[in-house]
């Protein structure tokens, strides 16, 4: 893997750019592999990486029906934030923050991380109530979070409505100044190369088509578009697709899958500091290192497998970020874009082993699983490794939903972020 320094490409810019070795292989899929990833977004290039690099199993195929990234890791908002009400969500997602925060030294590749906060605005009294308890919660994790009055909120970000006529009046937020953005293609990209650099094979527009078990009913191979590939070990990181891909193992998962869309606006100069969140308003936006304003909604009232959503959804979320914010509301839009995301009943993910032997599944992120990148493959490489949980992942086990041990995170997750 060719290193990239600041004299790499200094180098490079004086011979025009040429010689650039291409970032990752196109290999062939071999008969057998020791560990086969189903899914090559964030999350399954992460596992393939980490188990690689830190657990000695190179002997990887990362499967990808599409292209790389080009499910729900290319469709995202690329937000990044840690304050989530309970302790092990508070743990889960703050191990994947801390990891954001040497990621690009760790890949050798710039993942544009940008540690520029997330505040999340209160309209109404219960507002107040659930996001200072938010604050007091994560403070007692070790998880930065702040109370900001109406006055600082607007020094914060002059370009908030803090104080005119406005549905839903600003009366606080609570802010994470930790929290911020990354560039999802180039975490894609990154985590691709360096898994490459290790022996795993990334292949794509190869579509799995069925998950072969023997006869003690454990897995044993995967038939795919591209021929028989055996396999000791399964992963499964399918993001929407996740109930499909499982009951080709006759396992049905606690999922529904819906649309969730956002938009960017034509560029302008620097205006928004930070990332802006509305639960009550199911809106959010922050501002591209382009000059783009990224607009997200909450998710469809329908289940689908649709990749484009509803417009009156969009129209719904532009109505109150211009309320929010009026100077952009002579702005145009873009383009607006739609993924599919995996909700489980209690708004958390589902991290760990199947009542398949040899199959592990990683899913039900919803609307957050960007965030949740790095820290998601670290402590499932360490899951499919071991064949035991990572004790980080440990609550967020399938079996949750039989005992009844929920970890109900929906006023955290109530809307696109």
Not at 39 to 54: D, I, N, V
């Amino acid at each position: 893997m060719q290193k990239f320094s600041a004299l790499s490409l200094l180098a490079k810019a004086f011979g025009g750019h040429q010689g650039w070795q291409p970032q990752w292989r196109s290999p062939e899929p071999k008969p057998a592999y020791d560990v086969v990833i189903i899914g090559a977004g964030g999350h399954g290039l992460a596992t393939a990486f980490y188990l690689a690099s830190e657990h000695g199993i190179r002997n990887i195929a990362v499967l990808e029906k599409g292209w790389l990234g080009g499910g729900n890791t290319g469709r995202n908002t690329t937000i990044i934030r840690s304050n989530y009400l309970f302790d092990e969500s508070a743990a889960l997602y703050d191990h994947a923050v801390k990891l954001w925060e040497g990621l690009s030294q760790a890949l050798n590749y710039n993942v544009m991380y940008s540690p520029r906060g997330v505040l999340m605005l209160a309209h109404n009294i219960h507002d107040i109530q659930s996001f200072k308890r938010h604050v007091h919660a994560n403070r007692l994790n070790g998880v930065d979070n702040e109370w900001l009055t109406p006055e600082e909120i607007q020094a914060f970000v002059p370009a908030l409505n803090v104080f005119g006529k406005v549905r839903y009046p600003i009366l606080g937020g609570a802010l994470q100044r930790r929290g911020g953005t990354a560039r999802h293609d180039a975490v894609a990209w990154g985590y691709a190369r360096a898994a490459d650099a290790l022996g795993v094979d990334i292949i794509q527009n190869c579509e799995v088509t069925a998950i072969r078990r023997g006869a003690d009913g454990a897995v044993e191979a995967v038939e795919t578009s591209r021929g028989t590939i055996k396999a000791k070990k399964i992963g499964v990181v399918a993001a929407g697709n996740t109930s499909v891909v499982m009951g080709m193992a006759d396992v049905r998962m606690p999922l529904e899958s819906y649309p969730l869309q956002a938009l960017v606006s034509e560029p302008i100069k620097p205006m928004f500091p930070c990332v802006v969140m509305s639960n009550t308003i199911h809106a959010y936006i922050s501002q591209s290192d382009k000059g783009e304003l990224v607009i997200g909604a909450g998710t469809d009232a329908y289940t689908s497998y649709s990749q484009t959503g509803g417009l009156h959804i969009t129209t719904h979320t532009l109505d109150a970020i211009c309320e929010l914010v009026p100077t952009v509301r002579r702005m145009r839009m873009l383009r607006n874009w739609g993924g599919i995301v995996d909700v489980t009943p209690d708004r958390s993910p589902i991290i760990g082993l199947t009542p398949v032997p040899g199959l592990f599944v990683n899913c039900g992120w919803g609307t957050g699983g960007f965030k949740a990148t790095p820290g998601s493959g670290h402590v499932f490489a360490h899951t499919i490794a071991r064949g035991t949980p990572h004790p980080i992942a440990a609550p967020f086990a399938l079996d949750r939903f039989k005992a009844g041990r929920l970890i109900d995170e929906a006023a955290a997750a109530a809307v696109a972020h």
